[in-house]
């Protein structure tokens, strides 16, 4: 979703600010602007597109470039068109007060009549530009710039990240959060403000991170943390941990193609030091304090959205067959409005990669507003879900920059199997040699992953034949269900192509209906104890010609009988099956994608962190 980058040091703001832009590129947006200070006020050029249609804008039109004060914006729209009026900053006539915003303003129109019958008049159609007229009302009367942003900011409902700049004090970058992300990094008599880390390592590891209902006023000398109640706020730096190889793109075209490459080593850090050596056991240090609670728990609610909606789709199996205890999975998007049922001491398991979706955080606040205990299965180190759960692991997959998850997906599911291992052990459910038996087949997952990765070529070759396809089922049974509804996922969101996931067996009461040569079926079939009813399934397809691309274990030559085309790959647990099963399937969507030359690593419409409802 929108990024924000703002400095103020100084060196020349305008390359920080457009290199931390670029940074930002992965969350997804369709326009983008700057403002900096110069001796005439404050100049601001914005532009419908990309950033290099912004910087092409800046390169004409003589642009000051000395400058160091400043910020930038990547916005993705809700309240109105993309277009070039829209793109935010957004300011007033005078160009006194000018913002910056991620999120949403939902008392919007109450306060837009309100300042139109006060004068103030509208030239774009976003919600920000109500937050430019308040602010500037308010510094009409109080003349002074954090005073207004403060009063402005209390009579606003929503979501927001907003930096500000005020033409009567340009020395001074305010910035403020409700809801979305802000980091604030720390350097040497230089400050740079965004939407999240990966723009701001390139200059220092040293951030703050602001929280809800915080605002920040950053000159180039210091800065200062207030809630939006005036209260002094002192907090700590933190140290960002990742490198700034992990954001670039490695030698690798796209992000998403580094990404699935990097599976290995992603699922290898969710593993590492939570395998104890001596005895092959689970021991994960975030939740040691409530593996009691968890084990005795009367159910576990599992709540995500998307991607890692898929990852708990395969938690509930893991944790209902390892640990017997009932498992509920709900999208988080639905949960709230569905007055649901939890009892106070119901665990809840949230799954975020960013840890930022406003949809999974407004679940997470209903469930614990109910008395639930509400734990985190998260890789942003320092996100908002991070803070909010009670306690959690890190998945430590490293920045996904790419839009599509892949790495993030297999680390949820490596997590998920480590704290379900965890429970059983806890329970006593599982003999300690069962328990080392899976552990020791995770330890050996990454090196299947290579194995998998090694079949590239092949994959696609064998996307090349689908190149120009409409429509794609792909079916899974157990285990490989949720596996099948991601595969789907990834395909429609980066080639447009419209795929649907199905359980294998419910295909004959319905998507049946669709089956002929022009519908190409791709079936995950491990060999387990579903096997021989998936072969029936391939069978009904290859009955009304389908074309069948089959995924399954290696030696396992059966299948190919009834398979147009088939992928095989390394036996694994059935625990386990879906990290490996998954990945053909994302090199399948990528290959496919990058074929009909679609942007995989910034798929049209879409942002990496959703970071509103
Ligand atoms: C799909 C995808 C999304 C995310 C979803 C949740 O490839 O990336 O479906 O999985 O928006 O995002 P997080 O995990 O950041 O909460």
Redesign the pocket.
Known sequence: MCGIVAYIGKKQALPIIINGLKKLEYRGYDSAGVAVVSESGIAIRKKAGKVADLERLLAVNGFDKTSTVGFGHTRWATHGEPNDLNAHPIYDDDQEIIVIHNGIIENYNSLKIRLEREGYIFRTETDTECLVHLIRSHFKNTDNFETSVRLALNEVEGAYGICVLCKSEPGKIIAARNGSPLVLGVGEKEFILASDATAIIPHTRQVVYLLDGEMVTVTCDNFSIKTIGDEKIERALEEITFDLEQIEKGGYEHFMHKEICEQPESIMNTLRGRIRKDNGLVKLGGLTNVVDKLAFAKRIIIT???????AGLVGEYMIEQMCRIPVEVEY?SEFRYRDPIVYPGDSMFV???????AD?RAALKEAKKRGADVYGIV??VGST?ARETDAGIYTHAGP?IG????K??TS?LTGLALISLLIAQHKSLMPPNEIKKITDELLRIPDKIKMILDQSDKIKEIAKVFKFCQHMLYLGRGYNFPVALEGA??LK?ISYIHAEGYPAAEMKHGPIALIDANMPVIVIAPKDSTYDKIISNIREVKARKGVVISISDEHNTDIDEYSDYSIKIPSTCKFLSPILTTIPLQLFAYNLAVLRGCNVDQPRN?????TVE
Request: charged share 15%; net charge negative.
């Open positions: 995500a959205c998307g991607t890692a909606w898929h988080a799954i975020s990669q960013s840890g930022e979706t999974t890789n942003v879900i996904e839009v599509a998850s892949t993030a997906f949820q996922l990834k969101e879409l942002a990496k962190s959703v």
